[in-house]
């Protein structure tokens, strides 16, 4: 007998409540491992199921600029970002990395003006599988200009009033001149580079030092530096004064002397303090008259100023010097 006929025979010897008992013992034999291996399985197939659908998502990608000439400049606001909608398998979509499809426009050979690029969904390292639904921009415009450099002066720019008729009278900055870099139209129109206002209100006379700060005068321009050294000198406002009736005192010889006329009028110039509290000391218009023999002279006095008061003008301007035959005595006279 074969065993295929001994499996028969003892099928047909089961009765039916034997089979009932021995199912139901199937089914609930370790019930909890095999409800657990149920769930597990049915959640296998829902995620392998779900991860093959296909699902949208929305990526914001960088814009890299390359290969810029060197003699031009971008001149227009920068595209940072390009905004994507793609579509495929959960699972695929999971893996973009945004830095990774970066959109890179090749800037090689672009000249002065505008530049449109077109942004092209092959271009995008996307995983196959992945299209691309929506493309925002799908055009990026870039203006450029080109590159001038030229040196200008620097010109040290002012604010408020100084006290008291104070004036500025000099003016030094360190460097004297800058190196200016920018769009070509821009760069020459421009004569100066300006600094920050330097504010005079409050200040004395004197010399004056301060670090100021280069304004960039429009988008776009530098400056090869960012600081110089001021310093401006500051002074009195000049007076003329006139002297009358100054004495001429005639100094040193060994014969006694004299000048005809004996009085002078002098005009002087200097700030208005100095002049306004100029007084002169005896002596201070004089001749001298060491070495002079006897005789008559014509000279032009000399005159003793206080530093920054400078004579105008003398009158008469030449004196006669008339020396004795007389000698002086010890006391001078």
């Known amino acids: 007998m074969t065993w295929r006929e001994r499996v028969r025979e003892r099928l047909r010897g089961l009765r039916v409540r034997d089979l009932g008992g021995s199912l139901r013992w199937l089914v609930l034999h370790n019930a909890g491992s095999k409800l657990l291996a149920l769930l597990i399985a049915t959640g296998m197939w829902f995620f392998v199921n779900a991860g093959e659908r296909d699902a949208e998502m929305a990526v914001q990608v960088p814009v890299e600029l390359r290969n810029l000439p060197a003699n031009v400049m971008l001149t227009s606001p920068r595209v940072d970002f390009i905004d994507l909608v793609v579509s495929g398998p959960r699972t695929l979509l999971n893996r973009i990395d945004p830095e990774r499809v970066a959109v890179a426009l090749d800037l090689q050979g672009v000249r002065s003006g505008p530049a449109v690029f077109r942004v092209l969904p092959e271009t995008l390292d996307l995983p196959r599988g992945v299209t691309v639904v929506r493309l925002t921009p799908s055009e990026v415009t ?10 200008v002066p620097v010109h040290v720019a002012f604010t408020g009033k100084p006290p008291g008729g104070l004036r500025v009278t000099d003016t ?11 769009p070509a139209k821009e760069v020459q129109a421009l004569k100066a580079a300006e600094t920050e206002p330097l504010d005079l209100s409050g200040v004395a006379a004197g010399v004056l030092e301060r670090q100021l700060v280069l304004d960039p005068p429009r988008e776009y321009v530098s400056f090869s530096a960012g600081l110089v050294n001021a310093q401006v000198r500051l002074e009195e406002p000049e007076r003329t004064r006139v002297l009358a009736n100054v004495p001429v005192v005639v100094r040193n010889g060994l014969y006694r002397a004299s000048a005809v006329p004996g009085r002078v009028q002098i005009t002087v110039r200097g700030p208005r303090s100095a002049t306004d509290a100029l007084e002169l000391d005896h002596g201070a218009v004089y001749i001298d008259a060491a070495e002079r023999e006897p005789g008559t002279y014509p000279v032009t006095p000399a005159v003793d100023l206080p530093a920054g008061v400078e004579l105008v003008k003398q009158e008469p ?8 035959r007389q000698k002086r005595r010890a006391d001078g006279r």
């Open 317 to 324: 301007v030449a004196v006669e010097l008339r020396v004795l």
């Open 142 to 151: 870039l203006e450029f200009a080109a590159i001038l450099r030229k040196r």
């Open 172 to 182: 030094r900055v360190a460097p004297e001149s800058v190196e200016v870099v920018g």
